[in-house]
């Protein structure tokens, strides 16, 4: 699509809501709301603290995966005082295995900044909001909605899905997200009806329960949605070929070493530099992923110890995806006496203890591989 016909897209002007939309959303709402950890019991005001830590850990990421953490963080951290008083390498190790953790970092610095900035309340604005660290447009649009009820439209992967079948969007995505905004705000209850409260929190949390449950990405059980009559895309037939989207692009495959070094029980790791991906988390030393890497230039990155006189290569090879490439990784094993000396920024951990530690999945398939031990 040209830079002028995506601009065409953002000047368009929403067409007017059907009257009866917002209504026929909030009654099915009312009837069929999912049961979420963090959401509280129709009539009860949404816990600003418990919106927002959901709202992070849901950022790429389903509701399934985050249920056992949101419930773990909050038994830990019950509120944003206690988060914003722990370290930063508790947090890390408790957000070990969901990913992006770029989002733990921002996270615990949230806290801190609610903590000290705001005397422990979160702002009830989303400018005030997206003031804080790791919380963007969409972020503090949600939490703005569903905390506070404040008159603004937060528009994830599933409303995107049922705004662009309802009004049929040929556009296709990413280009055809301002106007799918736009339109997902007609889709609001109307304040000036004379309702105390206009229930833009549950707006967006019923469209985004009608995209779990019905209006899903296959097979979307139209018969059972309350909005099927006024579906432009329902009416055509082609509502599985919404939203059009763009050609993705994938990046280069990458490769590297992991090396395993064992002394008895322990294993040797470090902590990887705060900056970068998977920042600030636990690793076992390793070479750089570049495209192209071969096995003789990832043995020139293995730790340099005297104890360390032979690297046994391990059969087959590590594979993970990152959100923009692919990864493999070859593992080298080593063992060395006991009373070994870790290498200098590095450190002995027991293989027992292994969970307590910050380790990302990419790391865990590699330590399981060199161990030999179940992934």
Same mark, same amino acid.
């Given at each position: 699509?040209?830079?002028?016909?995506?601009?065409?897209?953002?000047?368009?002007?929403?067409?007017?809501?059907?009257?009866?939309?917002?209504?026929?959303?909030?009654?099915?709402?009312?009837?069929?709301?999912?049961?979420?950890?963090?959401?509280?019991?129709?009539?009860?005001?949404?816990?600003?603290?418990?919106?927002?830590?959901?709202?992070?850990?849901?950022?790429?990421? @389903?509701?399934?995966?985050?249920?056992?953490?949101?419930?773990?963080?909050?038994?830990?951290?019950?509120?944003?005082?206690?988060?914003?008083?722990?370290?930063?390498?508790?947090?890390?190790?408790?957000?070990?295995?969901?990913?992006?953790? +770029?989002?733990?970092?921002?996270?615990?610095?949230?806290?801190?900044?609610?903590?000290?900035?705001?005397?422990?309340?979160?702002?009830?604005?989303?400018?005030?909001?997206?003031?804080?660290? @790791?919380?963007?447009?969409?972020?503090?649009?949600?939490?703005?909605?569903?905390?506070?009820?404040?008159?603004?439209?937060?528009?994830?992967?599933?409303?995107?899905?049922?705004? +662009?079948?309802?009004?049929?969007?040929?556009?296709?995505?990413?280009?055809?997200?301002?106007?799918?905004?736009?339109?997902?705000?007609?889709?609001?209850?109307?304040?000036?009806?004379?309702?105390?409260?206009?229930?833009? @929190?549950?707006?967006?949390?019923?469209?985004?329960?009608?995209?779990?449950? $019905?209006?899903?990405?296959?097979?979307?059980?139209?018969?059972?949605?309350?909005?099927?009559?006024?579906?432009?895309?329902?009416?055509? @037939?082609?509502?599985?070929?919404?939203?059009?989207?763009?050609?993705?692009?994938?990046?280069?495959?990458?490769?590297?070493?992991?090396?395993?070094?064992?002394?008895?029980?322990?294993?040797?790791?470090?902590?990887?530099?705060?900056?970068?991906?998977?920042?600030?988390?636990?690793?076992?030393?390793?070479?750089?992923?570049?495209?192209?890497?071969?096995?003789?230039?990832?043995?020139?990155?293995?730790?340099?110890?005297?104890? $360390?006189?032979?690297?046994?290569?391990?059969?087959?090879?590590?594979?993970?995806?990152?959100?923009?490439?692919?990864?493999?990784?070859?593992?080298?094993?080593?063992?060395?006496?006991?009373?070994?000396?870790?290498?200098?920024?590095?450190?002995?951990?027991?293989?027992?203890?292994?969970?307590?530690?910050?380790?990302?999945?990419?790391?865990?398939?590699?330590?399981?591989?060199?161990?030999?031990?179940?992934?």
């Amino acid at each position: 699509m040209t830079s002028s016909a995506a601009t065409k897209i953002k000047r368009r002007k929403a067409p007017e809501a059907a009257s009866g939309r917002p209504v026929l959303l909030l009654e099915w709402y009312d009837r069929h709301r999912r049961r979420l950890p963090w959401r509280p019991p129709a009539g009860e005001r949404a816990d600003p603290y418990r919106v927002w830590l959901s709202e992070i850990m849901l950022q790429q990421t @389903g509701v399934k995966t985050v249920g056992p953490y949101f419930e773990k963080f909050l038994a830990r951290w019950p509120d944003v005082e206690a988060l914003g008083r722990a370290s930063l390498d508790d947090v890390l190790r408790m957000w070990a295995g969901l990913g992006y953790y +770029s989002r733990a970092r921002n996270l615990h610095a949230c806290a801190v900044a609610v903590l000290r900035d705001h005397r422990g309340v979160f702002p009830d604005t989303e400018q005030g909001l997206q003031a804080l660290p @790791g919380i963007g447009p969409y972020t503090a649009s949600a939490i703005a909605a569903i905390a506070f009820d404040r008159r603004t439209m937060p528009v994830d992967g599933n409303i995107e899905r049922v705004v +662009s079948r309802l009004f049929a969007v040929e556009e296709p995505l990413p280009q055809a997200k301002p106007f799918i905004q736009q339109l997902a705000a007609t889709l609001l209850g109307d304040a000036r009806a004379g309702d105390e409260k206009s229930r833009a @929190g549950d707006s967006a949390q019923a469209l985004m329960d009608l995209g779990s449950s $019905i209006c899903t990405p296959k097979k979307p059980a139209c018969a059972l949605c309350p909005l099927n009559d006024d579906c432009a895309a329902c009416v055509r @037939g082609d509502q599985e070929t919404f939203p059009r989207k763009a050609p993705k692009k994938s990046g280069a495959l990458r490769r590297g070493a992991a090396f395993v070094v064992t002394r008895g029980d322990e294993l040797l790791v470090r902590t990887r530099p705060e900056k970068g991906l998977l920042g600030g988390m636990t690793e076992v030393p390793g070479s750089d992923w570049l495209a192209g890497h071969d096995d003789n230039a990832a043995l020139q990155q293995a730790p340099v110890h005297k104890g $360390i006189t032979r690297w046994h290569r391990k059969a087959g090879v590590v594979t993970h995806v990152f959100t923009h490439f692919p990864l493999e990784l070859v593992v080298y094993t080593a063992k060395v006496a006991a009373r070994t000396r870790a290498p200098a920024g590095m450190r002995w951990v027991p293989v027992a203890t292994l969970a307590d530690e910050a380790l990302p999945n990419v790391m865990r398939k590699a330590i399981a591989h060199g161990l030999g031990l179940q992934g």
